[in-house]
């Protein structure tokens, strides 16, 4: 091989910090890279603590401190190969998948080709250079390992692009960016196109990216073209708090479990989603799994709606008091039996405050055509932190499913389900400007729960509650008494 248009093509350092030993022997070395986090380059934050081992791409036969080239184009590219289509691209680099020492890859060495995917092993840091090209093989993908980075920092004149290995690239031909829990919080993307993943590996998510990193920062990236989700964020994956400006588009289903731009395992990340564009995808919507909002944060409005599993409970509960704030002009959309619910086992708050007609924030069931009673509802618990607690401006659709809960006082000939239960005297003004349509017929819209205290209304004109459209005549159930459920308790 020409040892000098290697160096030009890919610069490599051997990292002095790592044995690696488990790694066979490879062929070549280049030097030249540095670690970015060494000298202050976008670095922002330690690893993360915890381990997981999902699969990923098996490491071919090389050692530690080896560059992955496996052979150089005969002339460096020029221009910005980003902006071209694989087909007008040359041979590029070839990489071997196994990097385990310090890289920068090129603009004059794109495309790099990965036919086998790669695997960025501990203690090593990948740079990607403006203008760069990174084409992956075959239902192969990237791993960034536990201390492994990878730094792809663009512009909006240079950016990078990194996409399947065809001249005619197709969503699914190769899998995904997969981001160990302990990979560096070092690792940053700017100006980054990530461009037809999610191939069929058999997993229960597809995605272009999958990440269980605490804090991956993302800043002008788009994800497109994607079979399945664009992002999947599993465990306690998150996007960093300077994440911005996340552009998920074009996805498709193609035969996927599921699909959408971003996937929660973990309903207490969500909070960490940034700014950006969620639309113009077969299916557009950030979809959240089961689970309790355990820290105080906001849900933003994303354009698209948020849509809960089927049978989930989310909850917003835990040991430091969470407050979740749903932002105006919000959809949540709740899976057949899901509920919401708050401070049932433990203290949190719920503000959801649309603040006018024009900006309801709305909770609503999830499928195409709901009958009422898609979903359970809201649940307000007795732990609910009062003082932080309100509904203002919002519409509450399809709910008062059965939820087995049956506290409310059942008023005659009616059932004891609700769209919104009480179990605690929240002051009347903590629920106002509260629309009720589509409810089942015999059930509430707000059920009160309470055996003492005050004997709030929520029925009051000043309030504002709508229950003209709920499709009963119950708009909230009797109190219970000392003595439990009068005889002759009538609905309000």
């Not at 390992?145 to 001249?167: C, F, L, Q, T, W």
């Not at 995605?207 to 989700?229: F, K, W």
């Not at 055509?369 to 609910?384: D, T, Y």
């Amino acid at each position: 091989m020409n040892t000098h248009r290697a160096t030009l093509l890919l610069v490599a350092a051997l990292s002095t910090t790592s044995a690696c030993k488990r790694r066979p022997t490879q062929t070549q070395n280049n030097q030249g890279a540095t670690d970015p986090t060494a000298n202050g380059a976008a670095a922002n934050g330690a690893p993360s603590n915890g381990a997981n081992a999902p699969t990923g791409p098996t490491v071919s036969g090389q050692t530690h401190g080896e560059s992955s080239v496996r052979s150089v184009p005969p002339t460096p590219a020029t221009g910005c190969p980003a902006q071209l289509a694989n087909g007008a691209l040359g041979p590029g680099t070839v990489h071997n998948n196994a990097i385990n020492t310090n890289e920068t890859w090129t603009l004059e060495g794109s495309p790099h080709r990965f036919p086998d995917g790669a695997v960025i092993a501990a203690n090593t840091t990948v740079t990607v250079a403006p203008c760069a090209v990174v084409l992956v093989g075959d239902n192969n993908g990237f791993r960034v390992e536990a201390g492994g980075a990878i730094m792809a920092v663009g512009d909006a004149a240079h950016p990078i692009r990194i996409g399947s290995d065809k001249n005619d690239p197709q969503p699914g031909d190769w899998d995904n960016i997969h981001f160990d829990e302990q990979a560096r919080r070092s690792s940053r993307f700017a100006y980054v196109t990530i461009e037809h993943g999610g191939s069929d590996t058999g997993a229960d998510v597809a995605s272009c990216l999958h990440n269980y990193l605490a804090g991956l920062d993302l800043q002008h990236v788009t994800i497109r073209a994607c079979r399945g989700y664009g992002v999947f964020m599993q465990d306690n994956g998150t996007f960093s708090d300077t994440s911005t400006q996340l552009v998920v588009r074009e996805g498709v289903v193609s035969g996927a479990s599921q699909s959408g731009a971003v996937h929660f395992s973990n309903p207490n990340s969500v909070r960490t989603l940034p700014d950006g564009s969620y639309t113009g995808n077969e299916v557009s919507e950030i979809f959240v799994r089961s689970g309790n909002v355990t820290s105080t944060g906001t849900w933003r409005n994303p354009g698209v709606r948020y849509r809960v599993a089927d049978d989930a409970e989310l909850r917003v509960e835990g040991p430091a008091s969470p407050v979740l704030t749903i932002a105006p002009a919000t959809t949540i959309a709740f899976g057949s039996s899901a509920n919401f619910t708050i401070g049932w086992d433990g203290d949190g708050a719920l503000t959801a405050d649309g603040g006018s007609e024009a900006s309801r924030i709305t909770f609503t069931a999830a499928a195409t055509e709901p009958n009422p009673g898609a979903w359970e509802g809201v649940f307000i618990g007795e732990r609910a932190i009062r003082a932080r607690t309100k509904l203002a401006w919002v519409t509450i659709s399809y709910a008062a499913g059965d939820s087995g809960y049956d506290n409310a006082c059942p008023p005659s000939q009616q059932d004891n389900d609700a769209a919104l239960y009480l179990t605690a005297p929240l002051s009347a003004d903590a629920i106002s400007h509260v629309k009720f349509t589509n409810l089942p017929e015999n059930t509430a819209a707000i059920g009160r729960t309470w055996a003492a205290g005050p004997t709030t209304s929520f029925t009051a004109p000043a309030l504002g509650n709508d229950f003209a459209q709920s499709g009963n005549q119950c708009r909230q159930t009797p109190l219970r008494t000392a003595e439990g459920c009068a005889d002759n308790a009538r609905c309000d």
